[in-house]
T-cell receptor, first 111, second 118 residues
Framework: RKEVEQDPGPFNVPEGATVAFNCTYSNSASQSFFWYRQDCRKEPKLLMS???SGNEDGRFTAQLNRASQYISLLIRDSKLSDSATYLCVVNLYNQGGKLIFGQGTELSVKP | GAVVSQHPSRVICKSGTSVKIECRSLDFQATTMFWYRQFPKQSLMLMAT?????????EQGVEKDKFLINHASLTLSTLTVTSAHPEDSSFYIC??????????????FGSGTRLTVV
Protein backbone atom coordinates (compact mmCIF):
# COMPACT_ATOMS: atom_id res chain seq x y z
CA ARG A 1 0.00 0.00 0.00
CA LYS A 2 1.34 3.45 -0.88
CA GLU A 3 1.99 5.76 2.04
CA VAL A 4 -0.02 8.54 0.44
CA GLU A 5 -2.78 7.80 -2.05
CA GLN A 6 -4.73 10.24 -4.15
CA ASP A 7 -7.58 10.22 -6.63
CA PRO A 8 -6.19 9.00 -9.93
CA GLY A 9 -7.48 11.88 -12.10
CA PRO A 10 -7.23 13.56 -14.48
CA PHE A 11 -10.02 15.96 -13.65
CA ASN A 12 -11.30 17.96 -16.60
CA VAL A 13 -13.62 20.74 -15.49
CA PRO A 14 -15.04 23.95 -16.97
CA GLU A 15 -14.10 27.34 -15.66
CA GLY A 16 -16.09 28.25 -12.59
CA ALA A 17 -16.59 24.66 -11.48
CA THR A 18 -15.97 23.38 -7.99
CA VAL A 19 -13.63 20.43 -7.76
CA ALA A 20 -12.59 18.26 -4.83
CA PHE A 21 -9.50 16.13 -4.38
CA ASN A 22 -9.14 13.38 -1.82
CA CYS A 23 -6.11 11.85 -0.23
CA THR A 24 -5.48 9.13 2.34
CA TYR A 25 -2.31 8.37 4.23
CA SER A 26 -1.24 5.20 5.93
CA ASN A 27 1.29 6.32 8.53
CA SER A 28 -0.49 7.37 11.69
CA ALA A 29 2.73 9.07 12.86
CA SER A 30 2.29 11.69 10.16
CA GLN A 31 2.42 15.05 11.87
CA SER A 32 1.77 17.73 9.35
CA PHE A 33 0.04 17.85 6.03
CA PHE A 34 0.23 19.94 2.92
CA TRP A 35 -1.13 20.43 -0.55
CA TYR A 36 1.45 21.30 -3.16
CA ARG A 37 0.90 22.34 -6.72
CA GLN A 38 3.20 21.23 -9.51
CA ASP A 39 3.15 22.65 -12.99
CA CYS A 40 4.51 20.61 -15.86
CA ARG A 41 8.26 20.07 -15.62
CA LYS A 42 8.59 22.44 -12.66
CA GLU A 43 9.28 22.05 -8.97
CA PRO A 44 6.34 21.64 -6.58
CA LYS A 45 5.16 24.78 -4.84
CA LEU A 46 3.39 24.88 -1.51
CA LEU A 47 -0.28 25.66 -1.96
CA MET A 48 -1.36 25.42 1.65
CA SER A 49 -0.85 23.59 4.89
CA UNK A 50 -3.71 21.51 6.23
CA UNK A 51 -4.87 21.88 9.82
CA UNK A 52 -7.12 19.68 11.90
CA SER A 53 -9.72 22.40 12.19
CA GLY A 54 -9.82 22.87 8.44
CA ASN A 55 -8.54 25.97 6.77
CA GLU A 56 -9.38 28.20 3.88
CA ASP A 57 -7.28 30.39 1.62
CA GLY A 58 -9.38 32.27 -0.87
CA ARG A 59 -10.97 29.77 -3.22
CA PHE A 60 -9.12 26.85 -1.64
CA THR A 61 -10.33 24.90 1.38
CA ALA A 62 -8.42 22.05 3.00
CA GLN A 63 -9.73 19.54 5.49
CA LEU A 64 -8.02 16.93 7.63
CA ASN A 65 -9.57 13.97 9.40
CA ARG A 66 -6.92 12.35 11.55
CA ALA A 67 -9.17 9.51 12.66
CA SER A 68 -9.81 8.47 9.06
CA GLN A 69 -6.34 9.54 7.91
CA TYR A 70 -7.98 11.52 5.16
CA ILE A 71 -7.17 14.88 3.62
CA SER A 72 -9.14 16.88 1.10
CA LEU A 73 -8.78 19.96 -1.04
CA LEU A 74 -11.71 21.90 -2.46
CA ILE A 75 -11.25 24.45 -5.21
CA ARG A 76 -14.16 26.78 -5.87
CA ASP A 77 -14.72 28.90 -8.97
CA SER A 78 -11.94 27.17 -10.91
CA LYS A 79 -9.72 29.33 -13.08
CA LEU A 80 -7.75 28.35 -16.15
CA SER A 81 -4.62 29.07 -14.14
CA ASP A 82 -5.57 26.37 -11.63
CA SER A 83 -4.63 23.72 -14.22
CA ALA A 84 -1.78 21.76 -12.66
CA THR A 85 -1.06 18.61 -10.71
CA TYR A 86 -2.01 18.75 -7.05
CA LEU A 87 0.14 16.77 -4.66
CA CYS A 88 -0.95 15.60 -1.25
CA VAL A 89 2.04 15.59 1.11
CA VAL A 90 2.58 14.34 4.64
CA ASN A 91 5.46 15.10 6.97
CA LEU A 92 6.85 12.21 8.99
CA TYR A 93 8.07 14.02 12.07
CA ASN A 94 9.48 10.86 13.63
CA GLN A 95 11.59 10.21 10.54
CA GLY A 96 13.49 13.44 10.48
CA GLY A 97 10.71 15.40 8.90
CA LYS A 98 10.63 13.56 5.60
CA LEU A 99 8.01 14.76 3.17
CA ILE A 100 6.15 11.92 1.50
CA PHE A 101 4.31 12.81 -1.68
CA GLY A 102 1.21 11.31 -3.20
CA GLN A 103 1.27 10.58 -6.91
CA GLY A 104 -0.68 13.71 -7.65
CA THR A 105 -3.99 14.48 -9.27
CA GLU A 106 -3.98 16.30 -12.56
CA LEU A 107 -6.49 19.11 -12.99
CA SER A 108 -7.34 20.65 -16.33
CA VAL A 109 -9.65 23.65 -16.32
CA LYS A 110 -11.18 24.38 -19.70
CA PRO A 111 -12.72 27.62 -20.97
CA GLY B 1 12.14 34.57 0.83
CA ALA B 2 14.21 31.43 1.02
CA VAL B 3 15.71 30.39 -2.31
CA VAL B 4 17.44 27.20 -3.34
CA SER B 5 19.42 27.40 -6.55
CA GLN B 6 19.72 24.07 -8.37
CA HIS B 7 22.07 23.50 -11.32
CA PRO B 8 22.09 22.40 -13.99
CA SER B 9 18.44 22.66 -14.92
CA ARG B 10 18.88 20.27 -17.78
CA VAL B 11 21.65 17.88 -18.72
CA ILE B 12 22.15 15.26 -21.37
CA CYS B 13 24.99 12.82 -20.88
CA LYS B 14 26.31 9.66 -22.39
CA SER B 15 25.74 6.32 -20.77
CA GLY B 16 28.53 5.45 -18.39
CA THR B 17 29.47 9.00 -17.47
CA SER B 18 28.84 10.77 -14.17
CA VAL B 19 26.74 13.84 -13.59
CA LYS B 20 26.86 16.20 -10.63
CA ILE B 21 23.84 18.21 -9.54
CA GLU B 22 24.26 21.10 -7.10
CA CYS B 23 21.80 22.70 -4.75
CA ARG B 24 22.72 25.92 -2.97
CA SER B 25 20.66 27.72 -0.39
CA LEU B 26 21.20 31.37 -1.24
CA ASP B 27 19.89 33.25 1.75
CA PHE B 28 19.58 30.73 4.55
CA GLN B 29 21.37 27.83 6.13
CA ALA B 30 20.09 24.39 5.27
CA THR B 31 20.77 21.82 7.92
CA THR B 32 18.99 19.09 6.02
CA MET B 33 18.72 18.44 2.30
CA PHE B 34 16.32 15.95 0.79
CA TRP B 35 16.90 14.56 -2.69
CA TYR B 36 13.96 13.36 -4.77
CA ARG B 37 13.52 11.72 -8.13
CA GLN B 38 10.43 11.97 -10.26
CA PHE B 39 9.67 9.81 -13.28
CA PRO B 40 7.04 10.94 -15.82
CA LYS B 41 3.48 10.81 -14.50
CA GLN B 42 4.73 9.67 -11.09
CA SER B 43 5.20 11.37 -7.78
CA LEU B 44 8.36 12.61 -6.18
CA MET B 45 10.16 9.70 -4.58
CA LEU B 46 12.57 10.44 -1.76
CA MET B 47 16.01 9.09 -2.53
CA ALA B 48 18.04 10.23 0.45
CA THR B 49 18.31 12.66 3.32
CA UNK B 50 21.54 14.42 4.12
CA UNK B 51 22.49 16.46 7.14
CA UNK B 52 25.34 18.91 7.02
CA UNK B 53 28.59 17.26 7.95
CA UNK B 54 27.31 13.71 8.15
CA UNK B 55 26.64 10.82 5.81
CA UNK B 56 23.43 10.68 3.87
CA UNK B 57 20.65 8.29 4.77
CA UNK B 58 19.34 6.47 1.74
CA GLU B 59 15.84 5.15 1.20
CA GLN B 60 15.34 1.48 0.60
CA GLY B 61 16.25 0.48 -2.92
CA VAL B 62 18.46 3.48 -3.63
CA GLU B 63 22.08 2.55 -4.27
CA LYS B 64 24.35 4.75 -2.21
CA ASP B 65 27.38 3.96 -4.37
CA LYS B 66 25.54 5.06 -7.47
CA PHE B 67 23.98 8.22 -6.06
CA LEU B 68 26.68 10.01 -4.13
CA ILE B 69 25.49 12.79 -1.88
CA ASN B 70 27.71 15.37 -0.28
CA HIS B 71 26.50 17.99 2.16
CA ALA B 72 29.76 19.57 3.23
CA SER B 73 28.39 22.97 4.19
CA LEU B 74 25.18 24.57 5.37
CA THR B 75 24.62 26.11 1.96
CA LEU B 76 25.66 23.43 -0.50
CA SER B 77 24.63 19.86 -1.21
CA THR B 78 25.50 17.83 -4.28
CA LEU B 79 24.15 14.67 -5.85
CA THR B 80 26.39 12.78 -8.24
CA VAL B 81 24.86 10.14 -10.47
CA THR B 82 27.75 7.81 -11.22
CA SER B 83 27.97 5.60 -14.29
CA ALA B 84 24.64 6.89 -15.50
CA HIS B 85 22.40 4.66 -17.58
CA PRO B 86 19.27 5.46 -19.59
CA GLU B 87 17.05 4.19 -16.76
CA ASP B 88 18.50 6.97 -14.57
CA SER B 89 16.90 9.54 -16.83
CA SER B 90 14.54 11.43 -14.58
CA PHE B 91 13.73 14.74 -12.90
CA TYR B 92 15.91 15.20 -9.82
CA ILE B 93 14.97 17.80 -7.26
CA CYS B 94 16.33 18.88 -3.92
CA UNK B 95 14.50 20.28 -0.93
CA UNK B 96 16.22 22.14 1.88
CA UNK B 97 15.01 22.51 5.42
CA UNK B 98 16.01 25.74 7.06
CA UNK B 99 18.19 25.72 10.11
CA UNK B 100 15.83 28.07 11.87
CA UNK B 101 12.75 25.93 11.32
CA UNK B 102 11.65 22.74 12.96
CA UNK B 103 10.81 19.52 11.20
CA UNK B 104 7.23 20.59 10.61
CA UNK B 105 7.95 23.30 8.14
CA UNK B 106 10.39 25.50 6.33
CA UNK B 107 11.05 23.45 3.21
CA UNK B 108 12.33 25.10 0.06
CA PHE B 109 12.62 23.27 -3.23
CA GLY B 110 15.18 23.70 -5.94
CA SER B 111 13.91 24.12 -9.49
CA GLY B 112 14.90 20.60 -10.48
CA THR B 113 17.32 18.99 -12.92
CA ARG B 114 16.09 17.05 -15.90
CA LEU B 115 18.65 14.35 -16.64
CA THR B 116 18.62 12.49 -19.93
CA VAL B 117 21.09 9.67 -20.40
CA VAL B 118 21.64 8.61 -24.00
Amino acid sequence: RKEVEQDPGPFNVPEGATVAFNCTYSNSASQSFFWYRQDCRKEPKLLMSVYSSGNEDGRFTAQLNRASQYISLLIRDSKLSDSATYLCVVNLYNQGGKLIFGQGTELSVKP
Amino acid sequence: GAVVSQHPSRVICKSGTSVKIECRSLDFQATTMFWYRQFPKQSLMLMATSNEGSKATYEQGVEKDKFLINHASLTLSTLTVTSAHPEDSSFYICSARRRDRDVLGGYTFGSGTRLTVV
